[in-house]
């Protein structure tokens, strides 16, 4: 599991995630993820259209990620989902606290709405 | 964990079996099931994120939590409320980061009506008696820990006689197979339709086929499987 951040108008990062967010994939990315996103307090848009597989400890990452930047007044967004991948975010009805949208075109204009 | 599982009911209105079988990993699964009162009858399954000790014994306290009722100024006739009341008492802030999905379902003797209410959890499955109908039972709601003040959807269905109810942990179908594929849910509900095992035991026929078509080895998550019968 591997993860890249580009930064975008507006103070805006874009997450690319790349890989399995199973236990091990998690682990393996989550202080980095957490230093490189959360800890900026910036707004992110976080792309999944790469990530093959997600558990449990993925939606932790997402959940404790959104709840960080939301106290830290920031928004994350999820999208790009593959059929698989959104099975599982619409299982946990993530959607109920973080936005997800089908490409990151809708993913920033859910930022803006 | 074994120890804290009901005793199978093998009469009455209302019927029960289980299979149980660990991950090499300590996981997260529990379930149960208690009678509420004359007329009611309780069943619940949860599955805490991650493995380890620390699942195992988030999923032990919240089964004590149901097993003893200790939910302060909740109706546990009331899935929406129970799961009201998990999610403000077991917030992941306070409890290590863990979350946990939860099947928790309610059936009334007198009415033959069920209600139930699931949260981050696949549908659990009612079967009729010739296996030809199998109606998915869920309600969309967040997992529960997640986020405090967040409200639970239930919904309500009816029993006809010789149903049979499967509550299971995606344990149960998330299974690297023989030939190298991943199952998912999919794969697993063709095996509902099958006749089911006579006198019992359909709980572990469901185990043995899954064994069946998984890889050598033990299966990568707990294997829980409640079956409830309503004669």
Same mark, same amino acid.
Do not use: E, K
């Given at each position: 599991m591997e993860f890249d951040v580009t930064p975008l108008e507006g103070g805006i990062h874009r997450v690319h995630l790349n890989g399995r967010m199973d236990s091990p994939g998690v682990d393996r990315i989550e202080l980095r993820f957490t230093a490189a996103v /959360?800890?900026?307090g910036r707004t992110a848009v976080v792309d999944l259209?790469? /990530?093959s597989f997600l558990a449990s400890m993925g939606i932790r990452l997402f959940i404790t990620s959104a709840r960080a930047l939301q106290g830290k007044g920031a928004k994350m967004v999820l999208y790009g989902a593959s059929k698989e991948v959104q099975s599982v975010l619409d299982t946990v009805a993530l959607d109920q606290i973080i936005p997800i949208a089908p490409d990151e075109s809708q993913a920033l204009a859910l930022l803006n709405a | 964990m074994q120890s804290l599982l009901p005793a199978p009911i093998r009469s009455g209105p209302v019927m029960t079996d289980w299979f149980f079988q660990p991950s090499t990993e300590l996981g997260g699964d529990a379930f149960g099931h208690h009678q509420l009162g004359e007329h009611s009858f309780a069943g619940y399954l949860i599955d805490v994120a991650g493995h380890g000790v620390g699942a195992a014994m988030h999923s032990v306290s919240v089964m004590n939590v149901m097993r003893q009722r200790a939910?302060?100024?909740?109706?546990?006739?009331?899935p929406s409320a129970v799961l009201g009341s998990l999610n403000e008492m077991f917030q992941m802030d306070s409890h290590n980061g863990m979350y946990f999905s939860m099947w928790y379902g309610v059936y009334d003797l007198r009415t033959r009506i069920m209600n139930y209410a699931s949260a981050g959890h696949h549908p659990s499955y009612l079967a009729n008696p010739p296996r030809t109908d199998i109606t998915p039972l869920q309600t969309r709601n967040l997992v529960i820990?997640?986020?405090?003040?967040v409200s639970f959807k239930e919904a309500s269905c009816a029993i006809a006689p010789a149903s049979t109810l499967y509550v299971f942990s995606d344990g149960v179908f998330e299974v690297a197979t023989k030939d190298g594929r991943q199952w998912g849910l999919p794969d697993f509900l063709p095996l509902l339709s099958q006749p089911p095992a006579q006198d019992g035991g359909e709980p572990a026929r469901l185990y043995a086929a899954v064994k069946q078509v998984?890889?050598?080895?033990?299966?990568d998550d707990d294997f829980s499987m409640l079956t409830v019968t309503f004669t």
């Open positions: /959360v800890a900026t259209s790469d /990530v | 939910l302060p100024g909740t109706d546990f006739h009331s820990g997640a986020m405090p003040g998984a890889r050598a080895g033990p299966l």
